[in-house]
């Protein structure tokens, strides 16, 4: 309870130090302290479990694999969602402001991949080369590249 005591007076000084040398007028602000002040205060509580249990012998090397373990599957599960969300949401802005339209024949830079559109769904569209392969594209890569697009009135021998 000291030392939790003595880093509050810590982070409520060192607050009052940053509100002198930058306003800080936003309620917010405080509330971040307080934030802080209860981050510090649980890992402090796990610190104190943890050496706790170490002085009473007990071996405590698996709650680092644990806590590793549980930060790395929390960075893949967030990793996935994340690209899963740019796909989706790139597909709602494919569909308003439209790079490629389904059946048409668009060309991908610096790829030189090109082809005709033939699927669009969430996650990816796919385009048939000339050749009948098909490539799949996800959809947040239609908005990091430079795509051409043949013109819907124009022949597929240019006339």
Not at 124 to 135: A, K, P
């Amino acid at each position: 309870m000291i030392v939790t005591r003595t880093l509050d007076n810590i982070i409520v000084h060192f607050h009052d130090l940053l509100k002198k040398h930058r306003p800080i007028s936003s309620p917010l602000s405080s509330s971040y302290a307080t934030i802080f002040q209860r981050v510090i205060r649980w890992a402090l509580g796990l610190l104190l479990l943890v050496l706790i249990l170490r002085a009473w012998g007990a071996d405590v090397s698996f709650l680092w694999t644990a806590f590793v373990g549980m930060l790395t599957v929390i960075g893949v599960g967030l990793l996935a969602t994340w690209t899963m969300a740019s796909n989706v949401t790139a597909r709602f802005f494919i569909w308003f402001w439209q790079p490629a339209r389904l059946g048409q024949r668009i060309e991908i830079f610096p790829e030189n991949l090109c082809g005709r559109v033939i699927e669009e769904n969430l996650m990816f569209t796919e385009v048939r080369q000339d050749d009948g392969q098909i490539f799949v594209i996800p959809n947040n890569l239609l908005f990091q590249r430079v795509i051409r697009r043949t013109p819907d009135n124009v022949r597929e021998d240019g006339k």
